[in-house]
Nanobody, 124 residues
Framework: QVQLVESGGGLVQAGGSLRLSCVASGRTFSSYIIAWFRQSPGKEREFVARITRSGGSTDYTDSVKGRFTGSRDNAKNTVYLQMNSLRPEDTAVYYC?????????????????WGQGTQVTVSS
């Protein structure tokens, strides 16, 4: 069992930055792939970034490449999402999710555990 708690969301002007954190409970954290998803009102939850178990590699959706950076610190059971050059269209509730190696992809259904989400609002 893994419990995830996100933090770091808030209100920021376009062009600004935020860093989201996702803290996990459980001694098996390093065995899970961690991903970030986001959901805007009236839209489906969409993939943002996926971080490998070691943190050595991260995949991103095209719209955030070059602006967002995912990382993790397994010693602290924490995953981060550094978001720079934010745009109004980045406004959403951001969720972290944990999934098993070989199963967790960019698909929402492939993740086993979810946090409660943190709101990010970017004003123009």
């Amino acid at each position: 069992q893994v419990q995830l708690v996100e933090s770091g969301g808030g209100l920021v002007q376009a062009g600004g930055s935020l860093r989201l954190s996702c803290v996990a409970s459980g001694r098996t954290f390093s065995s899970y792939i961690i991903a970030w998803f986001r959901q805007s009102p009236g839209k489906e939850r969409e993939f943002v970034a996926r971080i490998t178990r070691s943190g050595g590699s991260t995949d991103y959706t095209d719209s955030v490449k070059g602006r967002f950076t995912g990382s993790r610190d397994n010693a602290k059971n924490t995953v981060y999402l550094q978001m720079n050059s934010l745009r109004p269209e980045d406004t959403a509730v951001y969720y972290c999710a944990a999934g098993r190696y070989g199963i967790a992809t960019m698909n929402v259904q492939s993740y086993d555990y979810w946090g409660q989400g943190t709101q990010v609002t970017v004003s123009s």
